[in-house]
């Protein structure tokens, strides 16, 4: 670790407040009992992606307008980081919805728009793994971000004006739990967030480090070539 990444420092304590409150410090559900304990994971998971997915919207716009790298790297590692913390919404969720609705999965509006979120972000990840080429795969890759990204704020305020099944736990009367689950939801909203920054610092890092060793390799190729 840097000594600049001092602010890494808090993440773990703070992951084991979000599992104490998650598993000890919160009481059961009334009707779901201890099964209502994955929607503190299912919240912070999705709360991450959200921030992920915005980021690669911003850094993807940056990019098109700069043609600088660095944003390239950041919308890449952002996306990467969103559609793992998508898969465990998926995940999650699905295992709460055995339990609540008795079924696996069903074609809600809710469901339905995150699934296609997911296939739309992987087939990002897919497109930068088309071409070797780093301007051309960056400029494609940073247009399928931000039309992707459209359906994020459909997926998380649009789905409201249709008829789902999916819960809503902030309503306009407020958040509908009580107090401790409220506390654990948050606790667990923000140590999955921290988890996403210090993901993103990483894998920002490792992916400039990449295209640095290929611009090596590419004008060693070009000098060998030249001999």
């Not at 994955?38 to 993807?60: C, E």
């Not at 071409?131 to 971000?145: C, F, G, H, K, W």
């Amino acid at each position: 670790m840097r000594g600049r990444d001092w602010w890494l420092v808090p993440m773990a304590p703070l992951f084991i407040v979000a599992l104490w409150l998650n598993f000890i410090g919160t009481p059961d559900a009334k009707q779901l009992l201890s099964s209502e304990r994955i929607f503190y994971f299912h919240m912070g998971s999705a709360t991450a992606a959200g921030f992920a997915f915005l980021l690669a919207f911003v850094a993807s716009i940056a990019y098109l307008r700069t043609r600088r790298r660095r944003w390239d790297a950041i919308a890449a590692a952002a996306t990467e980081v969103g559609v793992v913390m998508t898969t465990m919404v998926l995940v999650s969720g699905i295992l709460w919805g055995k339990v609540a609705w008795g079924v696996w999965w069903t074609w809600d509006p809710r469901l339905t728009a995150t699934v296609v979120m997911w296939v739309m972000f992987v087939a990002y990840l897919l497109l930068r793994e088309w071409t070797d080429n780093p301007e051309r795969r960056a400029s494609y890759a940073a247009v399928l971000n931000i039309v992707a990204f459209f359906i994020v704020p459909l997926n998380y305020v649009g789905v409201r004006w249709l008829n789902t099944i999916h819960p809503f736990v902030i309503t306009e009367k407020g958040i509908a739990l009580p107090g401790m689950m409220q506390v654990a939801m948050f606790v667990s909203m923000g140590a999955f967030t921290y988890l996403f920054m210090a993901w993103m610092v990483v894998r920002v890092r490792l992916l400039e480090t990449e295209a640095v060793v290929d611009d090596m390799k590419d004008r060693l190729r070009t000098r060998l070539d030249a001999i």
